[in-house]
């Protein structure tokens, strides 16, 4: 049955990622532009159990788009799992006249959104915000290329140093299941080593690699290790393997952490943040519902939100071949 649409509900759900804030105040302002009600959920799904509801209008937004992190705040929230947390929600957004809903955050939240449509029928649009780049549908997610600025000014730093004292450094970057951010920013931060999820090197050929870059003059040495590397346990057996094994370097390790969700958005990020919530918003007026809002070459499409979910988001095996090129 097709319902018109007079209020829609935004809210940002999962980690946080630089872009959430561009991307709530493109859908409250796209509401305001077609004279439609915008209310911001607070806290994600938590605030959508509690009814912790504030009307946005247009002016509500204003001095964000420049702003990491998100107004609305962000949380995970066990009690949306349960079927009594979700009839809660969904008891509040009727309460509230709420027609459509518009989920920022990653694959967990769009899970979320589709089961809570499967259950209530209620209109649910996806924009995916994940400084991992981790989603099918979408060759950029909302903080990725934020991020990547982020860790290549890092390392840049870390080079410097690394640089004085010939040291060795392991820089471990954020990504458990792909290796989007290692990769770029390997290759853009000029590493020697890049190692992600997708590839399993072998500590014995890291250390081979290693020995030959320093054999060709190099004096000092950057290895990107995405958070999900399966070479070895983590990043600290890296370095002690690479210490008992190679000799004449001192290797060092830094964790970049959480320093990597923060900060301004890049202009990029506040783009397709913007277009993004255009389209959630105009999707949800024209009566579709269940489908995620992504950048296809260079176009914002919608895929439908199980296959963004269940789809894998694939490593580019160009930027593999010159990042090899590159560390020659
Ligand atoms: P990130 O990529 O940053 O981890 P995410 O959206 O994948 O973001 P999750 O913690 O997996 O983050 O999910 C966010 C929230 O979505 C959860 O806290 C929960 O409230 C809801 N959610 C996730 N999976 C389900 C599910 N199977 N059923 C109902 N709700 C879910």
Do not use: W
């Amino acid at each position: 049955m097709e319902r018109t649409i007079k209020k829609i509900a935004v809210l940002t759900s999962g980690g946080d990622a630089p872009g959430m804030n561009a991307a709530i105040r493109s859908v409250v302002r796209t509401c305001a532009f077609y004279n439609i009600k915008c209310v911001g959920v607070n806290r994600g799904y938590e605030g959508l159990i509690e009814g912790d509801f504030n009307v946005m209008d247009a002016r509500s937004v204003k001095g964000i788009i420049n702003k990491g992190g998100t107004i609305l705040k962000s949380a995970r929230s066990k009690d949306f799992r349960t079927k009594e947390g979700r009839a809660r929600a969904y008891e509040n957004v009727n309460k509230a006249g709420i027609d459509g809903l518009v989920v920022i955050g990653g694959d967990g939240s769009f899970t979320g959104a589709l089961i809570f449509n499967e259950e209530f029928g209620f209109p649910v649009m996806g924009i995916p915000g994940t400084i991992d780049n981790d989603i099918f549908g979408t060759t950029h997610t909302l903080g990725f290329d934020t991020a990547l600025n982020t860790v290549v000014e890092a390392i840049d730093k870390i080079r410097d140093t690394a640089s004085s004292h010939d040291r060795l450094f392991f820089i471990e970057v954020m990504g458990r299941d792909v290796g989007h951010i290692a990769l770029n920013v390997g290759i853009a931060g000029g590493a020697e080593e890049i190692l992600i999820p997708e590839e399993d090197l072998g500590l014995e050929r890291l250390v081979e690699s290693l020995n030959k870059s320093r054999k060709s003059g190099k004096s000092s040495s950057i290895v990107v290790v995405a958070e999900g590397d399966k070479i070895g346990k983590n990043i600290f057996e890296l370095k002690d393997y690479v210490d008992e094994n190679m000799e004449g370097y001192d290797v060092r390790v830094s964790v970049l952490g959480h320093m990597q969700r923060g900060g301004s958005p890049s202009c990029f990020d506040r783009v397709l943040a913007s277009r993004m919530g255009v389209k959630a918003v105009e999707s949800l007026l024209e009566n579709q519902s269940n489908f995620m809002v992504g950048l296809l070459n260079n176009n914002i499409e919608l895929t439908p939100l199980e296959n963004a979910i269940k789809g894998k988001s694939k490593i580019n095996l160009e930027l593999l071949r010159v990042s090899d090129i590159m560390s020659t």
